[in-house]
């Protein structure tokens, strides 16, 4: 079945450094989403991405999908206390299994004041 | 608006044991998931149903089972709970996909231990 792999597992920045979470799928998406999830909390969307080569920014996050839509990636610039959280992509098959959202494992990020 | 609940938040088993977990959701979505998760595995999908009447198994769906007999409420039961089911287990809606965002709508969690 698909696999999506995330990488890294675990990243501990000191504010103001930038991060950056990968994820990775066997197979090619319909699209892929991401979300966040607070300590003790529950996940919340942040975006989805569609296009191929897609690029999508909010603030001091930038999103993109990758040419093969195999691929995507979350950069976070100048990371601060707020950010702290763990990270998911969630990949959207398509074909029969369409309603299927598959999780990578997230990334937990912390940042040091 | 109260989204998606779920009940019960917290729950403590022994092994052997069953119970429900519901799921309610009021924004009429078409699709409802149960994901489990456990620390370092991320959120795995166990059920999953894309209507009313409707289930389709997920990555982990040995030991639960689901029914969606209603459009807004997703149930899943455990009949002979084990510790290895022991988790947060998080419901979530969504409408269909081809509309977007198909953003995915989480409840708050239910904690479950099995002893």
């Known amino acids: 079945g698909q696999q999506v792999m995330q990488i890294p597992q675990y990243q501990h920045v000191q504010e103001g450094e930038d991060f950056t979470t990968y994820c990775n799928s066997s197979t090619t998406l319909s699209n892929i989403q991401w979300y966040k999830q607070r300590p003790g909390g529950h996940p919340v969307f942040l975006i989805q991405l569609v296009k191929s080569g897609e690029v999508k920014k909010q603030k001091r996050l930038t999103f993109q999908f990758g040419e093969a839509k195999k691929n995507s990636s979350l950069h976070i610039t100048a990371t601060q206390t707020t950010d702290v959280g763990t990270y998911f992509c969630a990949a959207q098959a398509g074909g029969t299994s369409y309603g299927k959202l598959t999780f990578g494992q997230g990334t937990i990020l912390t940042v040091h004041p | 608006n109260a989204g998606v609940t779920q009940t019960p938040k917290f729950r403590v088993l022994k092994t052997g044991q069953s119970m429900t977990l519901l799921c309610a959701q009021d924004m009429n979505h078409e699709y409802m998931y149960w994901y489990r998760q456990d620390p370092g595995m991320g959120l795995r999908l166990i059920h999953y149903?894309?209507?009313?009447?409707?289930?389709a198994k997920g990555e982990v769906p040995d030991g639960y089972n689901v029914s969606r007999l209603k459009k807004q409420n997703f149930l899943l039961g455990l009949e002979s709970a084990a510790p290895s089911q022991t988790s947060v287990y998080f419901c979530?809606?969504?409408?269909?996909?081809?509309?977007?965002?198909?953003?995915?709508?989480f409840g708050e969690g239910s904690r479950l231990t099995v002893l």
């Open positions: 149903s894309v209507g009313e009447g409707t289930t």
């Open positions: 979530a809606s969504r409408r269909s996909w081809t509309q977007t965002p198909g953003e995915l709508f």
